[in-house]
């Protein structure tokens, strides 16, 4: 199993009634890692600020954080390197329960999503950032003043086939 591009576990000891804050900063070197991630030329810089605090019932424990990132992506009409800059702020509630039996699966889209799960103790803030950084990151990015021209159409050297659906638009096939 290969280590996470940007883990930042904080243990659950750590965590009381009081809202914990925590702010990290991935390394040049963890930069270039989502980089390879993501499949994108570069990321500049990633940071995080978050808090973490136990809900009352003592056996959830709720993640609001903020996101601020730098990308450069490649535009896709214009293929040139685009700075794309993100400010995220995102939540998340983790259970201490036991993961139960999976059972039919129903998906509820208005449903708020169901609680992560706590591995080991611990909570890892910079893999729920990078996390949500994939859902934000726009797969077809493209520059504000792009645009696309469609190529002229060149003349084909191979005849034009009927549509096999010309039968059907003569009126001798009209019933």
């Known amino acids: 199993m290969t280590a996470p591009e940007f883990s930042r576990p904080v243990a659950l000891d750590k965590i009381g ?9 991935a390394t040049p070197a963890e930069c270039d890692a ?3 991630l993501f499949t994108i030329p570069r990321v500049t810089r990633l940071a995080t600020k978050a808090s973490l605090q136990r809900l009352a019932d003592g056996k959830q424990v709720r993640l609001e954080a903020h996101l601020s990132a730098e990308l450069v992506q490649i535009c896709v009409v214009t293929l040139e390197p685009l700075t794309v800059r993100f400010e995220e702020p995102f939540e998340r509630i983790y259970s201490l329960d036991p993961v139960a039996e999976a059972g039919a699966v129903v998906i509820d889209f208005a449903a708020d999503d169901p609680p992560d799960p706590v591995t080991d103790g611990l909570i890892d803030v910079g893999e729920a950032a990078i ?4 859902l934000v990151i726009d797969p077809f990015p ?11 159409e060149t003349p084909s050297s191979e005849p034009e086939l009927p549509s096999p659906f010309a039968a059907l638009a003569s009126p001798s096939s009209k019933r």
């Open 17 to 25: 009634a009081r809202v914990k804050r925590f702010e990290f900063e």
């Open 34 to 36: 989502l980089a390879g």
């Open 131 to 134: 996390e949500h950084l994939a």
């Open 142 to 152: 493209r520059a504000a003043d792009a645009r696309f021209d469609a190529p002229p």
